[in-house]
């Protein structure tokens, strides 16, 4: 059955309803299976898949050979298949890559997105609902009867049967995906569309700062341009959020604009963006050392306005 949902009517600048569900029919999932899946997919990301615990789930990126990431997802697994959860129109672009690999090994990759319904629950009584019907989830990673449940802070992605989410959601109102997207920017994640595959070193989206990378394990691809990044530095862009407003319908595409002494230029590209009339809330990648008071534009309006907000985390090494 398909879920019914409702546009959001709150505006960007507001606060959330007390109980927000939200389908996730923006997101699919990538199952591996097989004897050597978890070691292949080790030596692919940047995540350490060999110490990932049952009650765990992290960040990662898969890169190209040349440390572009091709993809960022969160992994982890449900009995023996792992799985990593990012953006649907982005599998279409790297799980042929993965699997151009995984021949050499006793593993299989799979689009896993038709087997499960995506939810997100957040919002104050986001706790109260998740408890009322799983019971109590304090892991990061619970397992439960029909799938599995990710804990992020306050907010929860529930990972259900498909019939077990429609009769979840049967009596409650469900949002569609851009109310939970908008809080995915406001947490300053990096969720990549496939426009944006082999672009970025993952610490030009802060994969470092949410514990998407691991320094010390072993050899992936495109190990030596992330570690480069760390070590000799040399990178020299980040992820921002910025809030603001605009007369335009933007897109992925649409150029944004920083104020110098000599007028606007080009400043950054969008990764991720909600909007709501005229109301715009965004992640995009810009030069690391711009001022948290930037004056920011969209190249097509002059009159719009753009503000960095501050990021839920550091970006200073540790």
């Not at 440390?67 to 009995?79: D, L, W």
């Not at 992605?157 to 997207?181: C, G, K, M």
């Not at 672009?199 to 994969?207: I, S, T």
Request: some cysteine; proline content about 3%.
């Amino acid at each position: 059955m398909t879920i019914a949902v409702s546009t959001p009517t709150w505006d960007l600048d507001a606060s959330m309803p007390p109980l927000m569900l939200a389908n996730l029919s923006n997101l699919g999932l990538i199952k591996v299976v097989g004897e050597q899946g978890r070691s292949f997919i080790h030596g692919q990301v940047t995540t350490d898949i060999s110490s990932l615990a049952a009650n765990q789930w992290r960040w990662g990126a898969h890169c190209d050979p040349k440390g572009k990431m091709i993809a960022s997802f969160r992994t982890f697994a449900i009995q023996e298949a792992l799985l990593m959860l990012l953006p649907r129109a982005t599998i279409d672009v790297d799980l042929p890559q993965l699997q151009k690999y995984a021949v050499f090994s006793k593993a299989t990759l799979t689009n896993a997105s038709d087997e499960w319904t995506l939810l997100g629950v957040a919002g104050e009584q986001a706790v109260q609902f998740v408890t009322q019907h799983f019971g109590e989830v304090t892991e990061e990673l619970t397992l439960v009867e029909h799938g599995a449940i990710l804990k992020d802070a306050d907010r929860f992605i529930l990972v259900l049967q498909p019939d077990a989410a429609t009769a979840l959601v049967s009596e409650q109102t469900v949002f569609d995906a851009s109310a939970w997207q908008a809080l995915e920017i406001a947490a300053g994640y990096p969720n990549l569309a496939p426009s944006h595959a082999n672009q970025y070193v993952p610490q030009m989206c802060n994969l470092q700062a949410i514990n998407g990378i691991s320094f010390n394990k072993g050899c992936y691809m495109g190990q030596e341009t992330v570690a480069r990044m760390k070590y000799r530095g040399g990178n020299k862009r980040a992820l921002y959020i910025l809030h603001g407003s605009t007369s335009l319908n933007i897109n992925l595409e649409t150029s944004i604009e920083i104020e110098l002494e000599d007028g606007y230029r080009k400043g950054g590209q969008i990764i991720e963006f909600v909007q709501r009339g005229n109301q715009v809330l965004l992640t995009a990648v810009l030069a690391n050392d711009t001022e948290n008071d930037a004056k920011l534009r969209f190249a097509d309006d002059e009159q719009s306005s753009l503000r960095i907000q501050a990021l839920p985390y550091s970006l200073e090494e540790a």
